[in-house]
């Protein structure tokens, strides 16, 4: 069961960070050789189907996370105790800042409070854990 966990648990993770580095790095791409309106009306298109499909991935990647640590001694004596607890912690600050811009956007109705820089933030949280992830598994 632990393979079958570790594989869910890596299918998740290349899926939700491919999807913030297409949005930071590749669509913006595109921005450049095409009309701004035909590619915020193709963003809004495959956001809005999106939105479910990430929120799977996302817990798909929790589930599969809380069942993989049932395999493992957790504990603040090992290396592997420590990259966990920071893993989680960047996890839960990705958490909290996601929750704060989707509270200020969708029901404040006021403007994005990172500025449309949100995705930018994410993939820079999810390379952390990425590499946090690998120190787990190296230590």
């Known amino acids: 069961?632990?393979?079958?966990?570790?594989?869910?648990?890596?299918?998740?993770?290349?899926?939700?960070?491919?999807?913030?580095?297409?949005?930071?790095?590749?669509?913006?791409?595109?921005?450049?050789?095409?009309?701004?309106?035909?590619?915020?009306?193709?963003?809004?298109?495959?956001?809005?189907?999106?939105?479910?499909i990430f929120a799977g991935i996302f817990l798909g990647l929790l589930l599969s996370g809380v069942m993989l640590a049932r395999f493992y001694e957790l504990s603040l004596d090992t290396l592997f105790g420590w990259f966990l607890l920071l893993k989680l912690g960047v996890l839960a600050l990705m958490f909290l800042l996601g929750a704060y811009s989707v509270f200020f956007v969708a029901v404040l109705k006021?403007?994005?409070?990172?500025?449309?820089?949100?995705?930018?933030?994410?993939?820079?949280?999810?390379?952390?854990?990425?590499?946090?992830?690998?120190a787990m598994t190296y230590f």
């Open 110 to 134: 006021k403007p994005d409070p990172f500025k449309g820089k949100s995705h930018i933030i994410a993939l820079v949280l999810c390379l952390i854990i990425v590499v946090l992830a690998k």
């Open 1 to 52: 069961m632990h393979f079958f966990w570790l594989c869910v648990h890596l299918v998740c993770a290349i899926i939700f960070v491919g999807y913030v580095f297409f949005d930071v790095c590749v669509y913006p791409l595109a921005l450049k050789k095409l009309d701004k309106e035909r590619c915020e009306s193709v963003k809004k298109a495959y956001m809005r189907g999106s939105v479910f």
